[in-house]
């Protein structure tokens, strides 16, 4: 089943575009049925899981963390995360940077863009994460690299409202490609609404759902 799903979505995918196996709350078996069909980027929230899932698993595989990040739990992550998706300050990225150079490491982020009309999601309006990369700061920042950004759309069945949060997200990342040479990746899309987010011009999809099954939290 969920290998299948792996197979799936990498036939289904247009080859520019990364799929993140999100696999949050999920057990490393189901986790290592998808890395034998091929897949090796996972998607997770919680920093102490991702890093339990590291321990036990190949070496080979590309973890990206997906969640809101606390700065205390930056250290957890820094000796092997791929990429952190949801970077929605400065602070944040000045502790990224830290540990990225207590580990030799260059960590690469994207920042958050709040896009949703939901109260509930993170993210940072345009005008700020402007300020954070052009900002003397963030210049001087030398283990912690900018590579893209990251958006949600609002939880709705309303496909115009989700396409036209997209649409703002794209176009916020193409102004920021034209200025900052570094910035490839637009994460945007979820198992309910991958297709539009392709459609809009997303590099990288988080499908957790769609792959694993439902999540179920109260265990
Ligand atoms: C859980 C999660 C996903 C995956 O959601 P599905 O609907 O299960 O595909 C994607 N992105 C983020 C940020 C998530 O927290």
């Not at 036939?11 to 709350?25: G, I």
């Not at 009309?117 to 912690?144: C, M, P, R, W, Y």
Request: a neutral charge; proline letters at 2%.
């Amino acid at each position: 089943m969920i290998a299948e799903q792996i197979t799936f979505y990498n036939n289904q995918l247009p080859e520019e575009v990364k799929l993140v196996a999100v696999s949050k709350t999920k057990p490393v078996e189901d986790l290592m049925e998808a890395y034998n069909a091929g897949q090796r980027i996972f998607g997770e929230n919680k920093i102490q899981e991702m890093a339990e899932k590291w321990e036990q698993m190949p070496k080979d595989i590309e973890w990206h963390m997906i969640g809101h990040v606390q700065t205390n739990k930056v250290k957890y992550m820094a000796p092997f995360v791929s990429l952190i998706h949801a970077v929605d300050s400065l602070k944040l990225l000045k502790e990224i940077n830290k540990h990225g150079k207590n580990n030799e490491r260059i960590i690469s982020c994207l920042l958050q863009i709040k896009i949703a009309s939901e109260d509930s999601k993170f993210g940072l309006s345009q005008e700020d994460a402007k300020k954070i990369l052009t900002s003397e700061i963030f210049n001087e920042l030398t283990h912690v690299k900018v590579v893209g950004l990251m958006g949600m759309a609002t939880f709705t069945d309303d496909q115009s409202q989700i396409t036209s949060e997209f649409k703002t997200l794209k176009n916020c990342f193409d102004t920021f490609k034209k200025e900052h040479s570094n910035i490839k990746e637009l994460s945007m899309g979820m198992s309910g609404d991958y297709q539009l987010a392709i459609k809009e011009g997303s590099t990288m999809v988080r499908i957790g759902s769609a792959i694993f099954g439902a999540r179920n939290y109260n265990k």
